[in-house]
T-cell receptor, first 111, second 112 residues
Framework: DAKTTQPPSMDCAEGRAANLPCNHSTISGNEYVYWYRQIHSQGPQYIIH???NNETNEMASLIITEDRKSSTLILPHATLRDTAVYYCIVRVVNAGNMLTFGGGTRLMVKP | NAGVTQTPKFQVLKTGQSMTLQCAQDMNHNSMYWYRQDPGMGLRLIYYSASEGTTDKGEVPNGYNVSRLNKREFSLRLESAAPSQTSVYFC???????????FGPGTRLTVT
C-alpha cells in the first residue's frame, strides 16, 4: 500500500469548514483513498473513500487531485463532536487486505 | 444488528498470565482483524483472517495467537502476558466489497 503523509495537528473554528490534507504521491492506479476518524478512546469510524472522482456523503466530501497524488477531506460545518484523529489510508480494495494506519491528523474544533 | 462486539471491555493481568480476547461480528463479513493501539500512537495490525479457516500475521504478531473459530468469531490469545502488551485492542471486520472496515469498541488491557 502507498504511504501517506498528513499534518500532525490542525485547529478549526466551530461552524467553519475543516480541510484536512493528505499526500499520497506513490499511489498506484488501483488504490483507493480512504478516510477514517477516531474519537477519543473509541474504535475508528469509516468516513468516506474514493478512487479518482470527488465524493460526498452525509459526513464529508473528498477531493482528489487529478494526478491522484494528494487529497483533501472536507467537513463542511465542523462541530465540537468532530474533534478526533483523522486517518488517510490508501489501499487496494480487496476483502483480505488490511488497513495500515499512520499517525493521522489530530483535529481540534474550537468554540 | 450489533456490528462488532468485543469482550471483555477492560482487563488487568499480571505478567505471565494468559487470556483470550473475544470478538464477534454479525454482518456476515469474511475478513476479520486484530489491531493494537498504544497511547498516542496509530493502530498496528497484529493478525488478520481473510476468510474462515485462514489466519495471517500482521505487523506485530509476536506474543499473540489467533483462532478463527467460525465466520462470526475471531479470538486473540496472549499465552504469557508481558507489560509491553499493555494496550487497547481493537477487533474489526470488512465486508465483501472491502470498502468499509467496522471496528469494535476495544478492550483495554493492562499488564502489571
Amino acid at each position: 500500500d502507498a504511504k501517506t503523509t498528513q499534518p500532525p495537528s490542525m485547529d478549526c473554528a466551530e461552524g467553519r469548514a475543516a480541510n484536512l490534507p493528505c499526500n499520497h504521491s506513490t499511489i498506484s492506479g488501483n488504490e483507493y483513498v480512504y478516510w477514517y476518524r477516531q474519537i477519543h478512546s473509541q474504535g475508528p469510524q469509516y468516513i468516506i473513500h474514493g478512487l479518482k472522482n470527488n465524493e460526498t456523503n452525509e459526513m464529508a466530501s473528498l477531493i482528489i487531485t487529478e494526478d491522484r497524488k494528494s487529497s483533501t477531506l472536507i467537513l463542511p460545518h465542523a462541530t465540537l463532536r468532530d474533534t478526533a484523529v483523522y486517518y488517510c489510508i490508501v489501499r487496494v480494495v480487496n476483502a483480505g487486505n488490511m488497513l495500515t494506519f499512520g499517525g493521522g491528523t489530530r483535529l481540534m474544533v474550537k468554540p | 444488528n450489533a456490528g462488532v462486539t468485543q469482550t471483555p471491555k477492560f482487563q488487568v493481568l499480571k505478567t505471565g498470565q494468559s487470556m483470550t480476547l473475544q470478538c464477534a461480528q454479525d454482518m456476515n463479513h469474511n475478513s476479520m482483524y486484530w489491531y493494537r493501539q498504544d497511547p498516542g500512537m496509530g493502530l498496528r495490525l497484529i493478525y488478520y483472517s481473510a476468510s474462515e479457516g485462514t489466519t495471517d500475521k500482521g505487523e506485530v504478531p509476536n506474543g499473540y495467537n489467533v483462532s478463527r473459530l467460525n465466520k462470526r468469531e475471531f479470538s486473540l490469545r496472549l499465552e504469557s502476558a508481558a507489560p509491553s502488551q499493555t494496550s487497547v485492542y481493537f477487533c474489526a471486520s470488512i465486508g465483501g466489497m472491502g470498502y468499509e472496515q467496522y471496528f469494535g469498541p476495544g478492550t483495554r488491557l493492562t499488564v502489571t
